[in-house]
């Protein structure tokens, strides 16, 4: 059962996009409250954490993207955003949503960015 994750694109340098994660009901009900956030694979690089919205309510951010980048949520469309701003080639990457519960963690399928010079 996998996050079904959307928004992704090619963009130019200076640019936004806006990625949406909405979690099958199924996982939602079972495994909250959960995090949910953002992480994001570039080439040869590991996966990384981009963004997240804890099930408290805070968020916390790369340091690369604090600033430019700002996500949100909703429980009851079981849904996380990703508002990205200022884009930059740097932020190229496959982008991921996760929801997490305690040891349970679920993934979406990942959504291409690419950021053009």
């Known amino acids: 059962v996998q996050l079904q994750a959307s928004g992704g694109g090619l963009v130019q340098a200076g640019g936004s996009l806006r990625l949406s994660c909405v979690a099958p009901r199924t996982i939602f009900s079972v495994f909250s409250p959960a995090d949910m956030g953002w992480y994001r694979q570039a080439p040869g690089n590991q996966r990384e954490l981009v963004a997240v919205f804890t099930a408290s309510g805070n968020t916390d951010y790369a340091d690369s993207v604090k600033g430019r980048f700002t996500i949100s949520r909703d429980n009851s469309r079981k849904t996380v955003w990703l508002q990205m701003n200022s884009l930059k080639p740097d932020d190229t990457a496959v982008y991921y949503c996760?929801?997490?519960?305690?040891?349970?963690?679920?993934w979406g399928q990942g959504t291409q960015v690419t950021v053009s010079s």
């Open positions: 996760n929801f997490k519960h305690g040891l349970d963690s679920f």
